[in-house]
């Protein structure tokens, strides 16, 4: 594919133009690591997808299990965390550059606005669908709520957890990139839509495989982190 790609673009079939090919990609990526700026862009994106990542991870459990232990709650909230999780958040950037500024706090919170409404709903509906003969085993050992959360149900819950961080960390990473598509001077979402601007396509298509081989990378740390846990359990 990639043979014919640059054959197509280097003798006209194609528009090199439009479509660059995979050689000028590669020219353009040694050019941004000799001046060492993809090395940056490539920084800043990874560490705002993780930031998100990491709190989407601890607001989820959190939220999860205040749903979990206050039944009521979870009457209440769980219509609005749908209708949250059901809306376009590419909608929602640019409000909040709006209303936080154009800055690394808000790209952070844009990944997280992809990510965080469908966790909770996920795993809110896995911790319910733990095995009730467990949980009354703990109270019948004289065990409380608590008792049953620590001892059964998280326990229970860890590879759809880590189930849920493998689809989350692709999610943040898109929301990310939403984020600095709008309100970023850094990154390679900010790189993506210069590129486009003034039609460096070069620049483009780079980023983008730059940014698939990061969700690859990703993908597969928690991919070997899921396969652990499932060997020890």
């Not at 940056?40 to 607001?59: A, C, N, P």
């Amino acid at each position: 594919f990639l043979f014919l790609w640059d054959f197509s673009a280097n003798t006209g079939l194609i528009d090199s133009f439009i479509f660059s090919s995979p050689s000028r990609i590669a020219l353009c990526f040694l050019e941004m690591t000799g001046d060492g700026s993809i090395f940056r862009h490539i920084g800043v994106t990874l560490y705002e997808t993780l930031v998100s990542f990491i709190l989407v991870i601890f607001f989820s459990l959190f939220v999860t299990v205040l749903l979990w232990l206050f039944r009521k709650l979870s009457e209440i909230l769980e219509p609005y965390l749908v209708v949250l999780n059901s809306l376009p958040k590419s909608a929602l950037a640019p409000l909040l550059i709006v209303w936080l500024g154009a800055n690394r706090t808000t790209i952070i919170i844009a990944g997280m606005s992809v990510a965080i409404f469908g966790s909770i709903l996920n795993l809110y509906s896995e911790f319910s669908e733990v095995d009730p003969d467990k949980i009354m085993l703990i109270y019948t050992l004289h065990g409380n709520r608590l008792h049953a959360l620590s001892k059964v149900v998280i326990p229970s819950c860890i590879p759809a957890i880590i189930s849920t961080m493998k689809v989350n960390i692709g999610l943040c990473l898109v929301g990310v990139v939403i984020g600095e598509f709008i309100g970023a001077r850094q990154g390679l979402g900010y790189l993506i839509i210069y590129g486009s601007q003034v039609f460096r396509l070069d620049h483009v298509i780079m980023s983008i495989c730059v940014l698939c081989v990061i969700a690859v990378l990703l993908y597969r740390i928690l991919w070997i982190a899921e396969k652990i846990c499932r060997r020890r359990s």
